[in-house]
């Protein structure tokens, strides 16, 4: 009997296994491109009639965000998201016409661009970050996790989400874990308000986060999960940069 519970056991936490590996993550792309110089206006008309012609459904969305500060100011931001491997293997079918319409219209306003990251949208770790979400700016807090660090950060991060969801927070957010095209070790919280200053809140209680947080996992969690998050983080990786969403150039999806 007991044979035949492990044997059972085994089965069921290898079809758990198989369904996670067929599970499509949903899937985000990234790249950035700096305009030449005196050339802004031109470039943003360009791209914002390319957006008009080709993307605008929620398949094909692409929105721009532009860098405000930081060493890649100027420098703006087309992002594609809600996708799932489907879209890669079908990918080039009709991304032909719009790759010529770029290269004609476009391109030459444009200085320099970076290769597309493509990233993994975690949904446990994010909060109220859905098709219908929209907000003008955006923080970006960029994180590199040590090597083998990885289970203390993910801990922290889930817990946090668990606290959000639980007392209704207000704001924004979505995490974002480096697929390919860079140090797989990267991961970014993406802020996302329409008012500085006011990044969400919990509507039903003066306490703050740590205390919410300490409520639910045990008194001294917060300042115990927060210290090893940190120290799981490489120290120069903490960057911080404020993006606007361009509306002449991003998708609008009612």
């Given at each position: 009997?007991?044979?035949?519970?492990?044997?059972?056991?085994?089965?069921?936490i290898g079809l758990q296994i198989l369904v996670q590996a067929q599970e499509s993550p949903e899937i985000w792309m990234t790249y950035d491109l700096m305009p030449k110089k005196g050339m802004t206006e031109q470039f943003e008309a360009a791209a914002a009639k390319k957006n008009k012609k080709f993307n605008t459904t929620a398949e094909t969305a692409i929105f721009t965000f532009k860098y405000m500060d930081g060493e890649?100011?100027?420098?703006?931001?087309?992002?594609?998201?809600y996708k799932d491997w489907d879209f890669f293997n079908n990918q080039q079918q009709g991304d032909n016409a719009q790759r010529k319409y770029?290269?004609?219209?476009?391109?030459?306003?444009?200085?320099?661009?970076?290769?597309?990251?493509v990233w993994s949208r975690s949904l446990d770790y994010s909060h109220n970050w859905t098709p219908t979400t929209t907000f003008k700016h955006m923080y970006v807090w960029r994180r590199f996790i040590k090597p083998g660090h990885e289970a203390v950060v993910y801990n922290f991060l889930d817990r946090g989400a668990k606290v959000m969801k639980a007392h209704n927070y207000s704001g924004v957010q979505g995490f974002f874990q480096l697929m390919s095209g860079g140090n797989t070790n990267e991961y970014i919280i993406?802020?996302?308000?329409?008012?500085?200053g006011e990044f969400g809140e919990y509507p039903d209680t003066e306490k703050t986060e740590a205390q919410l947080y300490n409520e639910m996992f045990g008194q001294g969690s917060y300042r115990k999960d927060a210290t090893a998050y940190n120290?799981?983080?490489?120290?120069?990786?903490?960057?911080?940069?404020?993006?606007?969403?361009?509306?002449?150039?991003?998708?609008?999806?009612?």
């Amino acid at each position: 009997n007991m044979k035949k519970t492990i044997s059972t056991l085994i089965a069921i936490i290898g079809l758990q296994i198989l369904v996670q590996a067929q599970e499509s993550p949903e899937i985000w792309m990234t790249y950035d491109l700096m305009p030449k110089k005196g050339m802004t206006e031109q470039f943003e008309a360009a791209a914002a009639k390319k957006n008009k012609k080709f993307n605008t459904t929620a398949e094909t969305a692409i929105f721009t965000f532009k860098y405000m500060d930081g060493e890649n100011q100027g420098k703006y931001q087309r992002v594609m998201g809600y996708k799932d491997w489907d879209f890669f293997n079908n990918q080039q079918q009709g991304d032909n016409a719009q790759r010529k319409y770029w290269a004609d219209n476009v391109d030459q306003f444009v200085e320099s661009q970076t290769g597309w990251k493509v990233w993994s949208r975690s949904l446990d770790y994010s909060h109220n970050w859905t098709p219908t979400t929209t907000f003008k700016h955006m923080y970006v807090w960029r994180r590199f996790i040590k090597p083998g660090h990885e289970a203390v950060v993910y801990n922290f991060l889930d817990r946090g989400a668990k606290v959000m969801k639980a007392h209704n927070y207000s704001g924004v957010q979505g995490f974002f874990q480096l697929m390919s095209g860079g140090n797989t070790n990267e991961y970014i919280i993406c802020i996302g308000f329409d008012k500085f200053g006011e990044f969400g809140e919990y509507p039903d209680t003066e306490k703050t986060e740590a205390q919410l947080y300490n409520e639910m996992f045990g008194q001294g969690s917060y300042r115990k999960d927060a210290t090893a998050y940190n120290q799981a983080l490489e120290m120069w990786s903490r960057t911080t940069e404020r993006l606007m969403q361009v509306e002449a150039m991003s998708t609008q999806l009612d």
